[in-house]
């Protein structure tokens, strides 16, 4: 599973306080490593900026600075766990 290929786009809920938000990341490599965008299509942004990509061991890892977010994503066969600081209900495939 390690050599699982990640780019793409990736959709999800995200449960906020009993909200249900869809959420869109892009992810694409290049020889410099991952980058990725990620849109809300329910609050209609889109390519907002993830600052980091990162990729190891089966977990994949992203940061939105500009918003203080910080997802834990761990490769669980075909789905990814979203965990995002202290809500784990959220999911991504």
Avoid: C
């Amino acid at each position: 599973m390690y050599g699982q290929d990640i780019t793409g786009q990736w959709n999800g809920m995200l449960n906020v306080q009993g909200t249900q938000l869809r959420l869109v990341f892009n992810i694409t490599q290049s020889d410099k490593g991952y980058s990725s965008t990620m849109d809300s299509p329910n609050q209609g942004a889109k390519g907002i900026t993830v600052t980091s990509t990162s990729y190891e061991k089966s977990i994949l890892k992203l940061e939105i600075s500009t918003l203080g977010v910080l997802y834990e994503v761990t490769l669980d066969k075909k789905l990814f766990l979203l965990e995002p600081l202290n809500n784990r209900d959220n999911h991504f495939h």
